[in-house]
């Protein structure tokens, strides 16, 4: 699970000039919350998903696919199995933040259902721009 979460964030640390905060978590302790899902094919873990719910949703905190598994649908269905989750525990709404350089990020998130809620300044790189998005389910 730590390679796939660094294997996956490595690209944005070129982009962003920073490993976004995820990357830099400990997946073993979502694990130890029950917060972490992974995808995986033939017993190789490729993708990461981390959720939390809050009071009337669940926070995607990480939905990460190594690139070498990337293209071919496992975001989406990292995104839709949190929506799953969701549902069953009765949150209405899913909602995540990522950085507004992350296009990629922000159009498979619109392409999954989700919009732009808002934006803010991000709590710890003064320089960069958060999109905060919510599917409500």
């Keep these: 699970m730590a390679a796939v979460n660094t294997r996956a964030y490595d690209l944005?640390?070129?982009?962003?000039?920073?490993?976004?905060?995820?990357?830099?978590?400990?997946?073993?302790?979502w694990i130890e919350?029950?917060?972490a899902w992974v995808g995986e094919r033939d017993s190789e873990v490729m993708a990461?998903?981390?959720?939390?719910?809050?009071?009337?949703?669940?926070?995607?905190?990480?939905?990460?696919?190594?690139?070498d598994w990337q293209g071919e649908g496992h975001g989406r269905a990292l995104l839709e199995h949190a929506a799953a989750l969701a549902r069953e525990a009765?949150?209405?709404?899913?909602?995540?933040?990522?950085?507004?350089?992350?296009?990629?990020n922000i159009?498979?998130?619109?392409?999954?259902?989700f919009r732009i809620a808002g934006s803010r300044p991000h709590p710890a790189h003064e320089a960069h721009t958060l999109a905060d998005m919510v599917r409500a389910l």
């Design 12 to 29: 944005y640390e070129i982009l962003l000039g920073y490993l976004p905060p995820p990357a830099t978590e400990q997946p073993e302790t």
């Design 33 to 35: 919350a029950g917060h």
């Design 48 to 67: 990461l998903l981390v959720a939390e719910p809050n009071d009337g949703f669940l926070l995607v905190r990480s939905a990460v696919v190594d690139p």
């Design 90 to 104: 009765g949150l209405p709404e899913l909602r995540l933040s990522t950085n507004v350089l992350m296009e990629r």
């Design 107 to 113: 159009s498979l998130y619109r392409h999954c259902g």
